[in-house]
C-alpha cells in the first residue's frame, strides 16, 4: 500500500522568502501525486498535481513542485511567499488499483512580516 | 459552481444522539469520500463510494454509516454520537478514483462538537 510522509509539522517563513515543503511518498510504481492546500475554515484546494511528464509541474498561486524518483519526494517550492500563503499543507498519493487517495499529515505555515 | 456542498457548518451534539451529515455534489461525480480532520492527524477516510449503490469502509468507519441512493448525495450518519467523534469532517467528490490523476474536489467542511 502507498504512504506518504510530510516530515514537517510546521514551518515559519519570511514574507517574500523563498519556500520548500518536503513531502515523501512510498509506493513501487509511479505514483500520483498531488499537493492541496488549507486556509483556515476552508475546505481542501488543489495546488498541482502530477502524473507523468515534466518532473516539474507548475501550480496555481505561483508554487510549483518537483517529482524525484531516486529520491521517491515530491516537494512544493515557491520563490517568493506572500502573507495570504499562510495555511496548511497537505500532500497526497494515489496508486494503480487503489480508490482511494492517502494524505500526509499536513504542514503547517506559517508567514511573519 | 457549487461544487461539494455540505451541511450544516457547524454542529453540536449530546453524547448518545444521532445526526446525519449531509453531502451534495453537482459535477455528476462517481466517486465520493468522507474524512474527518484532528489536530495534527491530517485527513483520516471514514467511508467512500465509487458510485450510487456502492459504499464501502476507509480507515475509521466504526460508529458511522453511510448511503449512496443517488449520484448527486452522499449522506454521513452518527447514531450514538460520542466525544471521540468530535471532529472536522470534510466530504470530497472527484470524476475517477484515487489511480488517476483527477483531483478530490472538497466542501468546506462540518465542525462537529459532542458533549
Known amino acids: 500500500a502507498q504512504s506518504v510522509t510530510q516530515p514537517d509539522i510546521h514551518i515559519t517563513v519570511s514574507e517574500g522568502a523563498s519556500l520548500e515543503l518536503r513531502c515523501n511518498y512510498s509506493?513501487?510504481?509511479?505514483?500520483?501525486l498531488f499537493w492541496y492546500v488549507q486556509s483556515p475554515g476552508q475546505g481542501l484546494q488543489l495546488l498541482l498535481k502530477?502524473?507523468?511528464?515534466?518532473?516539474l509541474v507548475q501550480g496555481i498561486k505561483g508554487f510549483e513542485a518537483e517529482f524525484k524518483r531516486s529520491q521517491s519526494s515530491f516537494n512544493l517550492r515557491k520563490p517568493s511567499v506572500h502573507w495570504s500563503d499562510a495555511a496548511e499543507y497537505f500532500c497526497?498519493?494515489?496508486?494503480?488499483?487503489?480508490?482511494?487517495?492517502?494524505f500526509g499529515t499536513g504542514t503547517r505555515l506559517t508567514i511573519i512580516p | 459552481n457549487a461544487g461539494v456542498t455540505q451541511t450544516p457548518k457547524f454542529r453540536i451534539l449530546k453524547i448518545g444522539q444521532s445526526m446525519t451529515l449531509q453531502c451534495a455534489q453537482d459535477?455528476?461525480?462517481?466517486?465520493m469520500y468522507w474524512y474527518r480532520q484532528d489536530p495534527g492527524m491530517g485527513l483520516k477516510l471514514i467511508y467512500y463510494?465509487?458510485?450510487?449503490?456502492?459504499?464501502d469502509k476507509g480507515e475509521v468507519p466504526n460508529g458511522y454509516n453511510v448511503s449512496r441512493s443517488t449520484t448527486e448525495d452522499f449522506p454521513l450518519r452518527l447514531e450514538l454520537a460520542a466525544p471521540s467523534q468530535t471532529s472536522v469532517y470534510f466530504c470530497?467528490?472527484?470524476?475517477?478514483?484515487?489511480?488517476?490523476?483527477?483531483?478530490?474536489?472538497f466542501g468546506d467542511g462540518t465542525r462537529l462538537s459532542i458533549l
Open positions: 470530497a467528490s472527484s470524476s475517477e478514483g484515487g489511480y488517476s490523476n483527477q483531483p478530490q474536489h
Open positions: 509506493y513501487g510504481a509511479t505514483p500520483y
Open positions: 502530477y502524473f507523468s511528464g515534466d518532473t
Open positions: 497526497a498519493v494515489g496508486a494503480e488499483g487503489n480508490e482511494k487517495l492517502t
Open positions: 459535477m455528476n461525480h462517481n466517486y
Open positions: 463510494s465509487v458510485g450510487a449503490g456502492i459504499t
